[in-house]
């Protein structure tokens, strides 16, 4: 088991990826703190993972608000004693070109696509550092190195993701604290089949064009993420600091 007694919390893991990284987490020996804002899917993360016997518990927290995430983490230290590897998975998808979206909607994908690597970072570095290291994985996308239609609010996001890792990444080496980014292509969750349902007036044909994108000419499952994000957990990937990890299926260098 790759991740025996270490503390991972898990941002938005009560669906998609995040959900099988919590799964994935615990079958590897992760005590996991799941976090969501919707509590029913991230209790029925930690029922799925206490059934194949892991050890889990579930922490509500909107990562926009710097009270609850910080309460989180406060938390999640005083009943597990360290946290050991952060993933900053939560986000939410934006579709339009830029002049069709209202400030509001873009405003709302910057808060919880940014700031919601920011806060959970900003609370639980002090704590990475005071216990002597420890593994910070963001999620990108591969939309940061791609242009893609009408995604302009999402796309701006994993660019500033990935360049957020590189700065994080500077500041914190010294305190043995390895930050580095994901960058899937497209993986089918819910966040997605939402998106293909609400944007496209026949989804079939838009996984169709989805998978020809994708050198793989499949769309990815979110446990080929959550192994990604095992890697960049584990002491596996100590060499590796402030990269972009690809799991993409061949769509950025297609
Ligand atoms: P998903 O919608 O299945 O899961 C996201 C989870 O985040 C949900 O459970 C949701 O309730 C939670 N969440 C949303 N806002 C939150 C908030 N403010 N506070 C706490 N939790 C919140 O999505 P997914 O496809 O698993 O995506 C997870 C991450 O992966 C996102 O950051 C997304 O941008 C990124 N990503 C997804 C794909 C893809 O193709 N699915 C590709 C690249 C990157």
Known sequence: MRLTDKVTLITGSGSGIGKSTALLFG??????????????????????????????????????????????????????????????????????????????????????????????SKYVVPYMMEQGGGSIINMSSCIAEIGLAKRASYAATKGAVLALTKSMQVDYAPYHIRVNALLPGTILTPFVENYLKTSYDDPEAAIASLKGRQLSNTLGKPEDVAQAALFLASDDSKFMMGSPLYIDGGVVFG
């Not at 992760?30 to 919707?38: M, S």
């Not at 029922?47 to 406060?74: C, H, W, Y």
């Not at 994908?109 to 940014?114: K, T």
Request: hydrophobic residues 45%; contains cysteine; charged residues 20%.
């Open 27 to 120: 079958r590897e020996g992760a005590y996991v703190i799941v976090n969501d804002l919707d509590a029913a899917k991230g209790e029925e993360t930690v029922a799925e993972i206490q059934s194949n016997g892991g050890r889990a518990i579930f922490l509500q927290a909107d990562v926009t608000d710097p009270v609850s995430v910080k309460n989180m983490v406060d938390n999640a230290v005083s009943q597990c004693g360290r946290i050991d590897v952060l993933f900053n998975n939560a986000g939410i998808s934006g579709v339009g070109a830029l002049h069709e979206l209202e400030p509001e909607q873009w405003d709302r994908v910057i808060h919880v696509n940014i700031r919601g690597v920011f806060l959970p």
